[in-house]
């Protein structure tokens, strides 16, 4: 019966550690410091491109989402910078108007590449 015991206690420990997962937390997205929030159209144009909150992650890609009354305008850059069309938008925007960092990918240093939390931003 003790045998019976421990096969089974081993048996638990064993398949319980084969289905744990390692977690973490994503890193997060920012434009000039900062992931979200008030943020004016200067700082936003001058900062020029997405950054990540871990270095070992490496923005690859997003869209950039602008309220153009009436319409949504939405931008893709295929690196972490801003396109000139971007900064012409952002140049072109007024306080009050909401920006917004979407489908950002990210990739960490053995290429796996993540989706990162969609920013938004509102001009001052």
Known sequence: MKKL????V???IFTTGLS??????????TVA???????????LINAGKLE???????IKSFTLTIEVPPDLVSITSKTPEF???MKGYLAGAKAGQKIFFEDIKATNAEGKT???AVMSFKLQ
């Open 5 to 8: 015991l421990s096969v089974i």
């Open 10 to 12: 081993l048996l638990i």
């Open 20 to 29: 744990a997962q390692t977690t973490y937390t994503l890193p997060t997205a």
């Open 33 to 43: 410091g900062k992931s979200g929030g008030v943020i004016s159209k200067d700082t």
């Open 52 to 58: 990540c909150s871990d270095p070992g992650f490496v």
């Open 83 to 85: 396109t000139e069309i």
């Open 114 to 116: 993540y989706n990162l």
